[in-house]
């Protein structure tokens, strides 16, 4: 029988994914680590074992029923108990109302808001009769408020922070702590220093909110006692405009 104690994090790579993972893999747990695609993974495996720690990847398409409860009891069976699920995958896109397509707008949706659902399901179901565990959301901007070309985006992140809310208010008093954690402001990842490099030309470094910054503050949410535990908790730099 499997015993490790696992830290599950969905939507795993370069940036806030991996970082999570290494944060958990640090305190014991093994990070099993998932994505579409779960070959490239292999660089963020070998980073975890050589720190010491223990890591498996996944590959799997986080929108479909069948391969997240397979996801699960593949986890539980051949690893170990899922004490903590992250689901942190994005769908940023942008795209003028009036030139988005339905398979966009759904896509999107599918991405940023329904595998939230799947995983939050399944996560519950075997978390509930042990009464305890942590089931984190990555939100955004979009969770709060939306912006010109934002609707698909901002619609699935509006939906995923009421799923988080629904299941606080619902598993909080059989033991399973949800939080949901705004990220106001872009990650220090290649893909935004690439792509935005306006965003340290204009405003620097200090810009860019840190990945492992907020690994920690994941984390901590996991470790909080009961008798104080937090919801949502926004993040943001310092010099962000809020």
Not at 68 to 91: K, M, R, T, W, Y
Not at 102 to 127: D, N
């Amino acid at each position: 029988m499997a015993h490790e104690k696992v830290a599950l994090v969905l939507g795993a790579g370069a940036g806030l994914g991996g970082a999570v993972a290494r944060r958990f893999a640090r305190e014991g747990y093994t990070a099993c680590v998932a994505r579409r695609r779960g070959d490239e993974l292999a660089g963020l495996v070998e980073a975890i074992e050589k720190a010491g720690g223990n890591a498996r990847a996944f590959g799997v398409d986080a929108r479909d029923d069948e391969q997240i409860e397979a996801l699960f009891e593949q986890i539980e069976s051949e690893v170990g108990p899922v004490e903590v699920a992250v689901h942190n995958i994005g769908a940023n896109v942008s795209f003028p109302i009036r030139e988005m397509t339905t398979r966009v707008y759904f896509k999107v949706w599918q991405m940023a808001c329904f595998s939230g659902f799947l995983m939050g399901r399944e996560a519950a179901a075997r978390m509930q009769p042990r009464g305890r565990g942590t089931i984190l959301f990555t939100g955004a901007t979009a969770s709060l408020r939306g912006r010109p070309g934002m609707a698909a985006f901002a619609g699935a992140k509006f939906a995923l922070r009421a799923l988080a809310q629904s299941m606080a208010r619902e598993l909080g008093p059989e033991g399973i702590h949800v939080g949901h954690i705004v990220i106001d402001g872009a990650i220090d990842m290649p893909w935004i220093r690439e792509n935005f490099p306006q965003i340290i030309e204009t405003r620097g470094e200090e810009a860019l909110l840190s990945p492992d910054a907020i690994a920690e503050s994941y984390w901590s949410l996991h470790a909080q006692p009961r008798s104080a535990w937090t919801h949502e908790l926004d993040l943001r730099p310092h010099v962000e405009a809020w």
